[in-house]
T-cell receptor, first 113, second 111 residues
Framework: DTAVSQTPKYLVTQMGNDKSIKCEQNLGHDTMYWYKQDSKKFLKIMFSYNNKELIINETVPNRFSPKSPDKAHLNLHINSLELGDSAVYFC????????????FGNGTRLTVT | GENVEQHPSTLSVQEGDSAVIKCTYSDSASNYFPWYKQELGKGPQLIIDIRSNVGEKKDQRIAVTLNKTAKHFSLHITETQPEDSAVYFCAAYYNNNDMRFGAGTRLTVKP
C-alpha cells in the first residue's frame, strides 16, 4: 500500500503545453505539500494545504495552480510550461500538528523540451 | 522566514568510518528538526528527528544532536555501510506547516 502516490512518474512535454500532476495520500493526514527539486537536488516548498485550505503559497509563478478537492488529494496544474519548469516535483503529507514528519511520494520527473 | 544551511554538500568516507553532516537554522522559533535520506529515483524518507526540548537522540547507528543556543544540529552516522550512500537532507519546521530543507549532502561510502 503506497502511502503517498503521485502520477505520472515521468512527464515529457513541449514548451507552452498545460499539464497536471496528481497526488493522493491514504494516511489520513490533514496537510499536503508540493515541493520542487531542481537538478542540484535543492528541495523548495511550493504550496501547503491544510484540510483543503491553502496555507503556504511561496513565490511561485501563477502558471502553477494547486487544487485540493478533498484532504486526501492535492493536484498540481501547470499552464504554459517553460524550460525552467523541468524538475522533479514531490508531493508530501503530514498530520499537520506542531511539527510532524513529512511523508513523500516518489516524485514526478517533468521534462519540458 | 526560516533559512536552513547544510554542510558539506558532498562527503566521501570509507566503509566503517563515521560521517557527520551539520546544519544551521535562522529562526529561533523553529522547534522540530527531521533528517531525511533520499535514494536514487525515490522521495526523501525520514530517518530520525529531534524536537527542540531534547539535546540528543540516537537510533542504532544514527544520532542527531541539537544546540538551540547556537541554532545548529548535526547528523552522525557510525560504522557506515555502502547502503548508507544517498543524499541526506536536514530540515527545520518553522510554523504553520512550513518545513524548510537544507541543500542536501551527497554521502558516498566506499567499500
Amino acid at each position: 500500500d503506497t502511502a503517498v502516490s503521485q502520477t505520472p512518474k515521468y512527464l515529457v512535454t513541449q514548451m507552452g503545453n498545460d499539464k497536471s500532476i496528481k497526488c493522493e495520500q491514504n494516511l489520513g493526514h490533514d496537510t499536503m505539500y508540493w515541493y520542487k527539486q531542481d537538478s542540484k537536488k535543492f528541495l523548495k516548498i511550493m504550496f501547503s494545504y491544510n484540510n483543503k485550505e491553502l496555507i503556504i503559497n511561496e513565490t511561485v509563478p501563477n502558471r502553477f495552480s494547486p487544487k485540493s478537492p478533498d484532504k486526501a488529494h492535492l493536484n498540481l496544474h501547470i499552464n504554459s510550461l517553460e524550460l525552467g519548469d523541468s524538475a522533479v516535483y514531490f508531493c508530501a503529507s503530514s498530520p499537520g500538528h506542531g511539527g510532524s514528519p513529512l511523508h513523500f511520494g516518489n516524485g514526478t520527473r517533468l521534462t519540458v523540451t | 522566514g526560516e533559512n536552513v544551511e547544510q554542510h558539506p554538500s558532498t562527503l566521501s568516507v570509507q566503509e566503517g568510518d563515521s560521517a557527520v553532516i551539520k546544519c544551521t537554522y535562522s529562526d529561533s522559533a523553529s522547534n522540530y528538526f527531521p533528517w531525511y535520506k533520499q535514494e536514487l529515483g525515490k522521495g526523501p524518507q525520514l530517518i530520525i528527528d529531534i524536537r527542540s526540548n531534547v539535546g540528543e537522540k540516537k537510533d542504532q547507528r544514527i544520532a542527531v544532536t541539537l544546540n538551540k543556543t547556537a541554532k545548529h544540529f548535526s547528523l552522525h552516522i557510525t560504522e557506515t555501510q555502502p547502503e548508507d550512500s544517498a543524499v541526506y537532507f536536514c530540515a527545520a519546521y518553522y510554523n504553520n506547516n512550513d518545513m524548510r530543507f537544507g541543500a542536501g549532502t551527497r554521502l558516498t561510502v566506499k567499500p
